[in-house]
């Protein structure tokens, strides 16, 4: 079974600038969750998607939005970047059915810099 | 609102020996998961064990088990016979049943050196 994907890898940008990133999620999970990880504040949940709809969100600025589409696929935007965006982004997937026992898999992250 | 607390920024272990990581955990939930990550230096989360708040039994994987004490809200992993493959960060992390769904919450990590 393939794991969870996220293109690009690595990306630059500049500040005003925006970005999308991408996650295709293991074959059959239907939730897609999104995380920002910086070294000052750690790993900190954006948002998380289940069959299309987004069930939660975490406190980060309306410039930082999501998506997700039919075959679960999900995309996140960060529009009019500012420095403090430069982080490593993660996408995890589960199948979405018990917030208690699912098992999230993390994909290899796109590094985001901000210049 | 929930806390994971690991306490330990960075930890030394002698190869072949085995090595406690602690995580101390805060929540009103009766009913959660505890997870623990390991991300190299690569920087891909990669999961190694979970503990579910009603399981009776200690978790095991392979090499890692989950020293759970639920009346202390402690979930410590330990890997015995630590490998030089092993140095990495490791994070404890969790989510509730009722709070948050599937925001999962996680500790500020501590860094694990090998020493061959």
């Known amino acids: 079974k393939a794991g969870v994907t996220q293109t690009p890898r690595y990306l630059i940008k500049t500040r005003g600038q925006q970005v999308t990133l991408s996650c295709s999620p293991i074959?059959?999970?239907?939730?897609v969750s999104w995380y920002q990880q910086t070294p000052g504040q750690g790993l900190q949940f954006l948002f998380e998607?289940?069959?299309?709809?987004?069930?939660n969100k975490g406190n980060f600025p309306g410039r930082f939005s999501g998506r997700q589409f039919s075959n679960s696929r999900s995309e996140m935007n960060v529009s009019t970047l500012e420095l403090g965006d430069s982080a490593l982004y993660l996408c995890?997937?589960?199948?979405?059915?018990?917030?208690?026992?699912?098992?999230?898999?993390f994909g290899p992250g796109t590094r985001l810099t901000v210049l | 609102a929930q806390k994971i607390t690991q306490t330990q920024p960075g930890m030394f272990v002698q190869e072949k020996e085995a090595v406690t990581l602690d995580c101390t955990y805060d929540?009103?939930?009766?009913?959660?998961?505890l997870f623990w990550y390991k991300q190299p230096s690569s920087g891909e989360m990669i999961f190694l064990i979970y503990?579910?708040?009603?399981?009776?039994q200690n978790a095991t994987e392979g090499r890692y088990s989950l020293n759970f004490q639920k009346a202390r809200k402690s979930a410590n992993l330990v890997i015995s016979a630590s490998q030089l493959g092993d140095s990495a960060m490791y994070f404890c992390?969790?989510?509730?049943?009722?709070?948050?769904?599937?925001?999962?919450?996680f500790g500020a990590g501590t860094r694990l050196f090998v020493k061959a």
């Open positions: 995890a997937s589960s199948s979405g059915i018990s917030a208690v026992t699912d098992t999230q898999y």
């Open positions: 074959s059959g999970h239907r939730s």
């Open positions: 998607y289940f069959s299309e709809t987004q069930r």
């Open positions: 929540t009103s939930d009766q009913s959660y998961g």
């Open positions: 503990q579910g708040s009603y399981d009776e």
């Open positions: 992390a969790m989510r509730g049943a009722n709070t948050g769904g599937f925001k999962t919450i």
